[in-house]
């Protein structure tokens, strides 16, 4: 049997896709400053629709509200996608959970042992309460174009314990679920043949309405005890689903309001953050 390590390569993810165009371009980088920078580098030089960029380790990964995002060499997935879709701008937005759902269904492919919540705006977390990927999405303006950067991480070989102290009880990797070391190109794979459907259809519909029933399915906001973020407000309330156009629904003791954008943060009864 051989004990050769999965290559990290473009022919080994060429190998595994069945996509007309998502994917079909690739940069493979062993070291980068952001996925996402050279993404926005790419849209600006008219790259290909689906071009993605894959990177070993990032110096200068960038998370949501200008957080770092981890990126440590030789087990995690680092990634992001140029698109081009055919939308009107104010549908943009929902490009971030249309990701959160290709995610979600890559990694249920590969641990089918395990349900994975999904946590509004555009987070995966584990049943165990631990974050397992986040998405970055960005506009840039190309003439009269947009463009996204969709950037993904996802957490998905080594252990918690290999986290900085100031996540590690929130930070979860998919082999610990999975009890065994995972291959990064085979999920990168499952999420961009998952994707390309789940765009072509949303490009179709123009709102997130084909995927309500699994939001609401996997949705770990539902029903529970929020706060959510936007810059300086912050407001309370019990979530209470998406709507269509992903808006998350928050009913507040002043009535329900509808979210555009935030952090969210699951509270216990004390009202503390549990997340
Ligand atoms: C978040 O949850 O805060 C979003 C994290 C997004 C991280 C990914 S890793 C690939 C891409 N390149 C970056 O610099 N960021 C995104």
């Known amino acids: 049997m051989s004990n050769a390590v999965p290559s ?25 400053d952001s996925t996402n920078i050279r993404g926005k580098q790419l849209a600006t030089s008219q790259s290909a629709h689906g071009t993605v960029i894959v990177a070993n380790t990032q110096t200068a ?10 990126s440590p060499p030789d087990c995690n997935l680092y990634f992001s996608l140029v698109l081009f879709p055919t939308i009107p701008p104010q ?3 929902q490009l971030a959970l249309l990701c959160a759902l290709g995610v979600h269904e890559a990694m249920s492919q590969t641990v089918p042992t395990h349900t994975f919540g999904l946590k509004w705006p555009n987070d995966l977390w584990s049943q165990q309460g631990r974050k397992l990927s986040g998405i970055l999405c960005e506009a840039v303006l190309c003439g009269s174009q947009t463009a996204i950067v969709a950037g993904i991480g996802i ?5 918690s314990d ?14 610990e679920l999975a ?46 005890s929020i706060r959510v ?14 709507r269509p156009d992903g808006r998350l629904v928050l009913s507040t003791p002043d009535g329900e309001r509808l979210i555009h954008a935030g952090d969210t943060h699951i509270l216990r009864n004390g009202g503390e953050e549990a997340n």
């Open 8 to 32: 990290f390569s473009h022919e080994h993810l060429e190998s595994l896709l069945t996509t007309r165009a998502i994917g079909r371009l690739a940069e493979f980088h062993d070291c980068i």
């Open 61 to 70: 990964g960038r998370g949501r509200m200008t957080r770092v995002w981890q």
């Open 229 to 242: 973020q936007n810059g300086d407000e912050i407001i309370e309330g019990i979530a209470d689903g998406i």
């Open 155 to 159: 957490n998905v070989n080594g252990s």
């Open 179 to 224: 009890n065994h070391p995972l291959d990064r190109i085979e999920l990168l794979a499952k999420f961009l043949n998952a994707f390309e459907p789940l765009l072509d259809q949303w490009q179709a519909a123009q709102s997130l309405q084909p995927f309500m029933d699994t939001w609401n399915k996997f949705d770990i906001l539902r029903g529970t």
């Open 162 to 175: 290999d986290f900085p102290p100031d996540i590690r009880q929130t930070a979860g990797t998919l082999s």
């Open 91 to 93: 549908i943009v937005p």
